[in-house]
């Protein structure tokens, strides 16, 4: 049966199997990528935001651009930005 949704690829992993890292930097665990999912949606809604909304996120690649992705993408439409954009190409 394949997962449709990025909260159920999640769900079915042990929560502290490995999920997001990079060289040289702490790992996040699977059951840490779920809490921090939880606290995410949950400031997301507190602002308004789900389902059918829009949420930029400018960050380098990399574990919390990845974090940010996942966790955003449970709530809400994800819109990856380069952060090495000019003010006119945030603007567009």
């Known amino acids: 049966m394949m997962n449709n949704t990025v909260s159920?690829?999640?769900?079915t992993h042990n929560a502290e199997a490995l999920a997001i890292g990079a060289p040289d930097r702490t790992w996040?665990?699977?059951?840490?990528?779920?809490d921090l999912s939880a606290n995410v949606a949950d400031a997301?809604?507190?602002f308004?935001?789900?389902?059918?909304?829009?949420?930029?996120?400018?960050?380098?690649?990399?574990?919390?651009?990845?974090a940010a992705f996942v966790t955003i993408a449970?709530?809400?439409?994800?819109?990856?930005?380069?952060?090495?954009?000019r003010q006119e190409e945030y603007e567009f």
Do not use: C
């Open 28 to 34: 996040m665990t699977y059951g840490g990528l779920r």
């Open 8 to 11: 159920a690829l999640i769900a």
């Open 48 to 66: 308004g935001i789900g389902r059918g909304d829009r949420v930029a996120i400018v960050l380098p690649n990399g574990p919390e651009m990845a």
């Open 74 to 85: 449970q709530t809400a439409t994800t819109a990856p930005l380069n952060p090495a954009y």
């Open 44 to 46: 997301l809604h507190g």
